[in-house]
């Protein structure tokens, strides 16, 4: 088997922008089924996108025996369940970001693949950034320091996503802490290589009635003493990313940090003595990160080797998402 045949589980606006496009491009994977709820929906796309299989169900689409794997690109509410039908049919999975809605279903995920003997890989294509491995490889020998403070920032207007669920609790879990500051999270215990003892969160609105918070600011502490923060909202009329980490020696920063097929500048400041000695800016071509990922998942897979991005990450991820929330 030369390249990896893809289903896909949950073909809305995202997977088809964004996964599908990645599959395709992918050197060693190919898209051949699509799973909507609307069968006539998912007929229209399968022939516009040139593929074998429709399906409506998530069961169905598990079933076919030509798919080697899925890609669940479902609402956050069906992560678990779309993961476990696809399991104990024999398939690998990848799932999107936030893993799932609480510990518990992100803990029966891992349990489950493993059961079933399939590969489980958590969609957080961020750790493939070359932006974010180039800060990460900055921190790590210690040229700003012992870092001290790291923090990260995704905002963006959700009142014109197509994902009308994002602010329904039952079906997304959680607001922007759960859609954009899992990003952040994700990536800050990436580049920093640490976990997070504690977290304190604003929430604003606090959840109820099915609703979920729409801005959020977090304040995290990590096992090797630095403290950090994350803000997120739905309710800014523009979409902005930034990370920093701030160290004894001196700072590394991008804006756009969650950029695709883009150039993205990445500053590193030096000080000494209470003064800046140098401010150096670095341009850094980041490629499409989901074809990166999916690539990774399918070698992964096709060489029985550890897949980048195992669920055990994601868990600690959930862990740290289910503590915020219920810290308000």
Same mark, same amino acid.
């Given at each position: 088997?030369? &390249?990896?045949?893809?289903?896909?589980?949950?073909?809305?606006g995202?997977a088809e922008?964004?996964i599908?496009p990645?599959?395709?491009?992918?050197?060693?994977?190919? #898209?051949i089924?699509?799973?909507k709820?609307s069968l006539?929906?998912?007929?229209?796309k399968?022939? %516009?996108?040139?593929?074998?299989?429709?399906?409506?169900?998530?069961?169905?689409?598990?079933?076919?025996?030509? !798919?080697?794997a899925?890609f669940?690109?479902?609402?956050n509410?069906?992560?678990?369940?779309?993961?476990?039908?696809?399991?104990?049919?024999? &398939?690998h999975?990848?799932v999107?970001?936030?893993?799932?809605m609480n510990?518990?279903?992100?803990?029966?995920?891992?349990?489950?693949?493993k059961?079933?003997?399939?590969?489980?890989? !958590?969609?957080?294509?961020?750790r493939?950034?070359?932006?974010i491995?180039?800060?990460?490889?900055?921190?790590?020998?210690?040229?700003?320091?012992?870092?001290?403070?790291?923090?990260?920032?995704f905002?963006?207007? %959700?009142?014109?996503?197509?994902?009308r669920?994002v602010?329904?609790l039952s079906?997304?879990?959680?607001?922007p802490?759960?859609?954009?500051?899992?990003?952040?999270?994700d990536?800050l215990?990436?580049?920093l290589d640490d /976990?997070v003892l504690?977290?304190r969160?604003? #929430?604003?609105?606090?959840?109820?009635?099915?609703?979920t918070?729409e801005?959020?600011?977090l304040?995290? &502490?990590f096992?090797?003493?630095t403290?950090?923060?994350i803000?997120?909202?739905y309710?800014?009329?523009f979409r902005?990313?930034?990370?920093?980490?701030l160290?004894?020696?001196?700072?590394?920063?991008?804006?756009?940090?969650?950029?695709?097929?883009a150039?993205?500048?990445?500053t590193?400041?030096?000080?000494?003595?209470?003064?800046?000695?140098?401010t150096?800016? /670095?341009?850094? #071509?980041i490629?499409?990160?989901?074809?990166?990922?999916?690539?990774?998942?399918?070698d992964?897979? #096709?060489?029985?080797?550890a897949?980048?991005?195992?669920?055990?990450?994601g868990?600690?991820?959930?862990?740290?998402l289910d503590?915020?929330?219920?810290?308000?």
């Open positions: 088997m030369s &390249k990896l045949r893809y289903g896909i589980i949950g073909f809305g995202f922008r964004c599908a990645a599959i395709k491009a992918s050197i060693n994977s190919e #898209l089924a699509i799973q709820r006539s929906a998912a007929q229209e399968k022939k %516009a996108l040139g593929i074998r299989y429709a399906f409506s169900s998530a069961e169905e689409l598990a079933a076919c025996k030509e !798919v080697d899925v669940v690109v479902s609402a509410c069906a992560h678990c369940g779309d993961t476990l039908i696809a399991a104990n049919a024999g &398939k999975v990848l999107e970001k936030p893993m799932a510990v518990s279903e992100a803990e029966l995920m891992i349990k489950s693949c059961a079933a003997g399939v590969k489980f890989m !958590v969609g957080h294509m961020l493939f950034s070359p932006l491995m180039r800060m990460k490889d900055i921190v790590r020998p210690g040229t700003i320091g012992k870092i001290t403070y790291a923090r990260a920032d905002v963006y207007d %959700a009142s014109i996503s197509q994902r669920w602010t329904r079906v997304a879990g959680g607001g802490v759960f859609d954009i500051g899992v990003h952040c999270l990536t215990r990436f580049i /976990e504690d977290v969160a604003q #929430l604003d609105p606090v959840p109820q009635n099915d609703q918070e801005t959020a600011s304040s995290l &502490k096992s090797k003493d403290l950090g923060s803000y997120c909202s309710r800014t009329p902005r990313t930034f990370i920093e980490i160290g004894t020696k001196g700072a590394v920063s991008a804006f756009n940090f969650t950029h695709n097929n150039t993205v500048p990445l590193l400041t030096m000080a000494e003595a209470g003064n800046v000695t140098s150096t800016t /670095e341009d850094i #071509l490629p499409d990160l989901y074809v990166k990922e999916v690539t990774l998942f399918s992964a897979i #096709l060489n029985n080797t897949v980048p991005v195992p669920g055990e990450i868990l600690r991820n959930q862990i740290v503590k915020a929330l219920a810290s308000e």
